[in-house]
């Protein structure tokens, strides 16, 4: 089904945003944040005006709506996810999500000499939690490296990298690259191996259907806010075997059973993991987020961001000056393009495309082994998502055309 | 300076860049500016200590007394609008008290029309080596 791009822009109040130069807003910062609809907008709203109160905790009639509410959204989310309520740990993102298994499940069951596989693609947030992890532990950390002409993994490498691993740790879609990794294949050859793995979803789950129980990864991150959600809020989704495995990592109020002076005991489940208050109005927006997501089918949303990303790239590819890190045409990319010009710094380029109402990223994109890999300190990227259209991408390309003429 | 904001011979650049059509060639003048700082930090003094941090681009200043105890500021950047605004800063503060350039704001950057480069999402450029300079005048001033 084709997606109906007008119509869906006019859920996003922000897209008709016109900058203090006078240039209209393209936003192509997707990958960072993507922009909210009304309706998250508008629930996020509405729980402060109608029914702000904290949840789990009182009987008054806000404090069961607020906890009716928190506890929709999570079966709603869930749900999307392809799990059950009780699977999903709510977090402040996917870095704090990944922070909980290094934290609630690695240091109670990996010890020294065991060996956690990453790849040079990872965000730092699926790095440092375990560099940090292997210098308290003395556990291996192992890298798999990508080929710098096809901008994918390794396979042979991880092949040989997992044999005796404990557990696996890859991002599903590369927010540098773009490139989706071939997530199945690794579940399989990590379980062939007996070896837990953990998914970094926050890239993949704005693009394609993730479902926790067909992909039998036993850790899944997730962020909201590059999905249509707010900031602040992710979950963690574990397997029920995983679960029970687990033991605390922030301690507090809500995840007690019972607290003494001579110590405490903790609940069962994920609210072992959500001490204190828990963020309601993010929950909630995120559900929100969620449902408006629903009316859509994943697939038409990757096909529609691919289709534009793919003739980006293949435009960029065309002005002099111009290299393109990663394979925008690659029908499993998701809408990330990355770049550079041979002259004319990052930082410099992202301005000036600023000026044309254009916002992309520079940077490292929290990814320095990969910058590394690549042999560049940094890149330009321009992401895409469901209300971006191809008049949007064709006066990117006629503005970066001129950029790279007038300033090179 | 005729003004605490900015000595007076950095008017006529400032004039230069309001008389610009629009900001992209505000930009290409910046760019020029870039090649001709009057006292650039060669690559090979680039080090740790004189590093302005940030993560978007490499930045580094390095100010001193000359022989007569006027200020001499020297800047490299990878990033040409920075090292452009650093060029014109030097234009600015070369040859100035380090008293007087502590006293100086980055008002003229604004009055340059090129208000983004000040905020605080770009601190890692420009405003950065902005405040390195002030705070090493201060430093200077005081000795």
Known sequence: ?????????????????????????????????????????????????????????????????????????????????????????????????????????????????????????????????????????????????????????????????????????????????????????????????????????????PHEKISFSDLGADFIAISAHKMAGPTGIGCLLVSSERIDEMGPFMTGGSMIRKVTTDGSTFQKGHAMFETGTPRIAEAIGWGAAVE????????DIHDHIHKIASWTGEEMKKIPGIKIYGDPTNKNSSGAVSFLHETIQSQDLAFLLDQGGFAVRTGHHCAQPLMDALGVPSTNRASFWIYNTQEEVESFIEHLTDVCKRFS | ME???????????????????????RYELLFEYAKKHPSPLPLDEWNEENQVLGCQSRAHVKCSLDENGFFLLRAGADAQIVQGLMSITA?????????????????????????????????????????????????????
């Open chain 2, 3 to 25: 003004d605490a904001s900015w000595p007076s011979h950095l008017s006529p650049i400032i004039e230069e860049f309001k008389d610009c059509f629009d900001s992209m060639e």
């Open chain 1, 292 to 299: 408006w997501l629903s009316q859509f089918n994943m697939k």
């Open chain 1, 1 to 205: 089904m084709t997606l109906d791009i007008n119509a869906i822009r006019a859920d996003f109040p922000i897209l008709s945003r016109i900058l203090p130069n006078g240039k209209q807003l393209v936003y192509f910062d997707n990958a960072a944040t993507s922009q909210k609809p009304q309706c998250v907008i508008d629930e996020m709203t509405r729980y402060y005006e109608n029914y702000n109160s904290n949840a789990h905790r009182a009987n008054h009639t806000l404090a069961d709506e607020a906890t009716t509410a928190l506890e929709n959204a999570r079966k709603e989310i869930a749900l999307f996810f392809g799990t059950k309520p009780e699977n999903l740990i709510y977090t402040s993102g996917a870095t704090e999500a990944i922070n909980l298994v290094s934290y609630g499940w690695a240091r109670y069951n990996l010890k020294e000499g065991d060996v956690i596989v990453l790849t040079e693609m990872e965000h730092h947030a699926d790095i440092v939690p375990w560099q940090e992890l292997s210098k308290e532990k003395g556990i291996e950390v192992r890298y798999v490296p990508i080929d710098n002409e096809t901008y994918t993994l390794d396979m042979d490498a991880f092949e040989v990298a997992v044999e005796d691993a404990s557990l696996v740790c890859v991002t599903h879609t590369s927010n540098v690259l773009g490139i989706r990794n071939p997530i199945e294949q690794i579940i399989q050859m990590s379980k062939n191996s007996g070896a837990r793995v953990l998914l970094d979803c926050a890239q993949g789950a």
């Open chain 2, 91 to 143: 234009m600015a503060v070369n040859g100035m008290l380090p008293i007087e350039v502590a006293r100086l704001t980055p008002k003229y950057v604004e009055e340059m029309g090129l208000k983004s480069s000040l905020t605080p999402s770009r601190a890692n450029g420009f405003l950065n080596m902005f405040n390195r300079v002030i705070s090493e005048a201060e430093v200077l001033s005081e000795g």
